[in-house]
């Protein structure tokens, strides 16, 4: 049975009517969701900076990648019931001021450990406001509508971070690449005033799943480990298989966990809905594509093809500008189609612009890159917004939390583990386009695979 609904003590600075509280809500969770996409990706084209400053190779660089959204998943199923058991608004303000304090120590670190360690720390941080931005949303939007309409503004915040990210790291590290760790400060120090002003959440206080959390972070960390190291060492080495027999049974822990135990983190009929299963595979697809294109084409028009941070940047404008203007437009055709329609077009998009990528010759100009990565990016508006609307329609409010953290985890699974594969597949060819070419026809096989998946998607049942 549910544990009955309590609500947070008042705040001093609860004092907006509900229209207003609304409002700051909203703003809120979109600052929130802007400033973790916007980290997620205005790195990437910093990299080769960070490595003439601190040092180490492409694995340390995929670490400076992978710290970050490996912790950001391994603790987003957790973060979930937090967000349900503790309230929405007082697990996103203890995430942003982590999150903050993160963002200057990795600007401040004087070595690549220190800043790798830092990114572990945005990642706790990124994985309390993530899930519970999205249960802030529902909380002040109860209308399905307007809820959706609000779900598209959050997803626009993303969509103008994803267009920001790569131009705006490397315009700050023709100053300095630490600049892309301040420059996170003042936006949360606006999100957690807006805060203030938000409803009060419903808490649901329950145990945590302890066993589930901590084979969940040995299982993805041990994974994500191998994957990378195998990259330079070989899957032979004894770290890799070490961190391989460390995987495999924290998996195997972590299923036991959520079918036996008695607070898991994952309830067990969430791995038997159709809904939930292919909104996640929508997310991990979608994630690996997108994340592992950046990280390609951030590297190799840097160290291929000689462009500077900023130039590399400019070749990502296209895909991700066009995709910050198709959220209200993806709104309304979700509204009068139905989710299946935007969902299966913007995956089968990305599949087909990845293959377009794969083919092009090396000798392409950057400026035909940038046309032809434009299918890649707008798959964020046409199918993500739409997954999202619909798995919070399909499940229980009281559930919002913890189905945000799954289907966030595999989003952020997807983009990890796509870091790790295709930073291997770079580095192990004599000739890196080689690789480059491989890691983008997997990730078409993937988006592809999960378009096809969206056929047997059911209709949301509203609550």
């Known amino acids: 049975m549910s544990a009955p609904l309590t609500r947070e003590p008042c705040a001093a600075g609860d004092v907006a009517g509900p229209s207003g509280s609304s409002t700051a809500a909203l703003a809120a969770a979109v600052l929130g969701f802007f400033v973790i996409t916007l980290d997620a990706l205005i790195v990437n084209v910093t990299l080769p900076a960070i490595r003439d400053d601190l040092g180490g190779g492409t694995t340390g660089l995929q670490w400076v990648l992978d710290a970050y959204t490996l912790m950001f998943a391994a603790l987003l199923l957790s973060a979930g019931a937090v967000s349900d058991r503790a309230g929405a608004r007082r697990t996103f303000g203890a995430g942003m001021a982590v999150f903050v304090v993160a963002s200057a120590a990795g600007g401040l670190a004087p070595t690549l450990a220190l800043l790798v360690a830092a990114r572990l720390v945005q990642g706790v941080g990124a994985s309390m406001m993530l899930p519970s931005s999205l249960t802030l949303i529902r909380e002040a939007h109860p209308d399905p509508v307007r809820r959706g309409r609000a779900i598209a503004v959050w997803t626009v915040a993303g969509s103008v971070a994803a267009a920001a990210g790569p131009v705006a790291g490397g315009t700050l590290s023709a100053v300095s690449w630490r600049m892309i760790f301040f420059i996170n400060l003042p936006i949360g120090v606006a ?13 649901r206080p329950a145990p945590l799943d302890r066993t589930g959390q901590v084979s969940a972070v040995l299982a993805m960390g041990g994974f994500t480990f191998a994957v990378i190291e195998a990259g330079a060492d070989g899957f032979g080495a004894p770290r890799v298989l070490a961190a ?9 822990v972590f299923l036991v966990a959520q079918f036996r135990g008695r607070h898991p983190m994952v309830p067990p009929d969430l791995f038997r809905s159709r809904a939930v ?14 994340s592992g294109t950046v990280f390609l084409y951030s590297l190799y028009l840097q160290q291929e093809r000689g462009l500077s941070a900023l130039a590399a940047g400019l070749v990502f404008l296209p895909m991700t500008v066009l995709s910050a203007f198709l959220g209200v437009p993806t709104a309304r055709v979700t509204e009068r189609l139905g989710p299946k329609v935007p969902i299966i077009g913007g995956l089968s998009l990305m599949s087909v612009g990845l293959v377009v990528l794969a083919a092009l010759p090396a000798s392409t100009p950057a400026w035909l890159m940038a046309l032809a990565m434009i299918p890649v ?3 964020g508006p046409l199918a993500m917004q739409p997954t999202t609307g619909l798995l919070l329609e399909s499940v229980p409010a009281h559930r919002s ?21 295709f930073g291997a597949l770079l580095a192990s060819p004599a000739n890196p386009l080689d690789g480059l070419r ?25 609550s």
Request: with cysteine; charged share 5%; proline share 6%.
């Open 377 to 379: 990016g707008i798959c």
């Open 438 to 462: 491989t890691g983008l026809l997997t990730a078409a096989a993937l988006t592809l695979t999960a378009a096809v998946a969206n056929l047997w998607l059911p209709h949301p049942s509203r």
């Open 401 to 421: 939390g913890v189905v945000g953290g799954v289907f966030n985890s595999s989003r952020q699974i997807g983009g990890a583990l796509a870091v790790a594969v």
């Open 277 to 290: 299963l292919i909104a996640s595979g929508n997310g991990f697809a979608f994630m690996a594509g997108l």
């Open 244 to 252: 391989f027999a460390v995987a495999v049974p924290a998996l195997a």
């Open 191 to 203: 999100a957690l005033l807006l805060l203030t002003r938000a409803p009060r959440s419903p808490r």
